[in-house]
Each structure stands twice: as structure tokens, then as C-alpha cells.
């Protein structure tokens, strides 16, 4: 009788850690902020909140939900979005725009394989290190480092979440204007259980008023003033 108790507990001890092996993919008990920046300079546009339908739809034989989106911090005021998004297809993760679907996410991608196009940019994406990252939670999930055009700067993605950085569209951050979406904060069940590392751990909201909020310590031109052609 003691072993099999001894044996249930190392199981419950484990469990965050097995379900690194296969976690499932976003549905309607999450919602997560999403703002728009570039080159981790803070958002310059107001912060969208977003989660998952419950209802499904079929596209050639396969299963797609929409993603919702809301313009507010809290509350049941979600739209569509035209965008959807099946649920896991053997570690695979699909795109549905209302015409066409497109492989977004592999979750079986390997060290050194290489990622020739995108969902909406031409990009080469390269699988750098994987290693794991932990939640606010305490669960333990695969993360893949994925680098841009061979280059040793990129971005990284989660297993069961997909890119922090771009979630439906993280080539951007490899073009030459650096700009896209960041997840502030993802939450289940109202549970915040990821906060983004490259923006402040004290709000998942940013409101935007004006150019001069964002730039004003980020640009300084001397002399100030200047009477000639700035270089």
C-alpha cells in the first residue's frame, strides 16, 4: 500500500513536467494581451485582448476555431477576427484565413531544421537550441529557438502556445523594420501564466496617446538646437 501511495505521488509531482511531452494548443479557456512595438521598444499601439471560440469549423476535414479579439481589458466583448486556428494535428498547427489553410506551427520541429517560408513573409528560419522555459504556474514546456536568415538573432517559440513574438505572424520580426505583435501576458482560467520578458512584469495593458509618449527619451539630437543637415 505505501509503494503505490510512494508511486502516486512521484506521479502528481511529475505531471507538469510529463505534459512538456504534448501540451495541447490555445483554446477558449485562455486569453492573452497582444500589443504591436518594434525592436522592444514599448508598444505603439493600444493593447488588444484575445482568446480562442468554442465553436467549430470544418475545412477540408479539418477542425478550426476562430480567434477572437477584444479592444478591452476585461469582459465578454470579443469579435471575430476571420482568423482560425486548428486544434493539434500530429504536433502540427494550421492557419485558416476563410480561403486557404497554412501550416503556422510544428511543435516536432528539430535542432538544425530549416523553416524556408512563412505565413505571410518569405523568411528562412532556422531551429537553434531547444531547451524548456517554466510558467508562472510551475508547468515546464518545450521552447524551440528559432533564428532568422541564418543569423544569430531570433525569436522563440513554445510548445502548445506557438511564438510569444507574432503569434499569428512571427516573420515580421525578421524584416529589416523589426516590428509585430508581443504577447504581454497569457492567462488560463483567468490565471495569469506567462508574462513577457522584454516589456515591464508590472502591466499586461499599454495605452498609446501619442508619438511623443514612446520616443521622447528614446531620440536625442545634438546640438540641440541644430542649424544644419542632420547625418
Not at 6 to 32: E, I, Y
Not at 51 to 59: A, E, K, Q, S
Not at 94 to 109: A, C, K, P, R, V
Not at 196 to 213: A, E, I, Q, R
Amino acid at each position: 500500500m505505501k509503494k503505490i501511495l510512494n508511486v502516486a505521488l512521484l506521479f502528481c509531482l511529475l505531471t507538469p513536467f510529463l505534459s512538456n511531452s504534448q501540451s495541447d494548443f490555445l483554446d477558449s479557456t485562455f486569453t492573452w494581451n497582444e500589443s504591436l512595438s518594434c525592436f522592444g521598444i514599448p508598444p505603439y499601439a493600444n493593447t488588444h485582448r484575445y482568446t480562442m471560440d468554442n465553436h467549430p469549423l470544418t475545412f477540408n476535414s479539418r477542425t478550426y476555431y476562430e480567434v477572437l479579439i477584444s479592444p478591452t481589458q476585461s469582459g465578454d466583448d470579443f469579435e471575430g477576427s476571420g482568423l482560425y486556428l486548428s486544434r493539434r494535428d500530429s504536433n502540427k498547427i494550421y492557419l485558416y484565413n476563410g480561403e486557404i489553410s497554412t501550416l503556422l506551427y510544428d511543435f516536432s520541429w528539430e535542432q538544425g531544421d530549416t523553416i524556408m517560408e512563412n505565413v505571410f513573409n518569405k523568411v528562412t528560419l532556422s531551429v537553434g537550441v531547444i531547451d524548456s522555459i517554466t510558467f508562472l504556474s510551475g508547468e515546464v514546456r518545450k521552447r524551440w529557438h528559432l533564428l532568422c536568415n541564418e543569423e544569430d538573432y531570433g525569436y522563440d517559440m513554445i510548445d502548445g502556445i506557438g511564438m510569444p513574438r507574432g503569434l499569428l505572424d512571427y516573420s515580421n520580426f525578421c524584416l529589416i523594420d523589426g516590428c509585430g505583435t508581443n504577447i504581454l501576458c497569457l492567462s488560463r482560467n483567468d490565471t495569469i501564466i506567462y508574462r513577457s520578458p522584454d516589456f515591464s512584469p508590472d502591466t499586461c495593458w499599454y495605452f498609446v496617446s501619442s508619438v511623443s509618449d514612446l520616443y521622447s527619451e528614446k531620440i536625442k539630437i545634438s546640438p540641440n538646437p541644430t542649424l544644419d543637415f542632420l547625418k
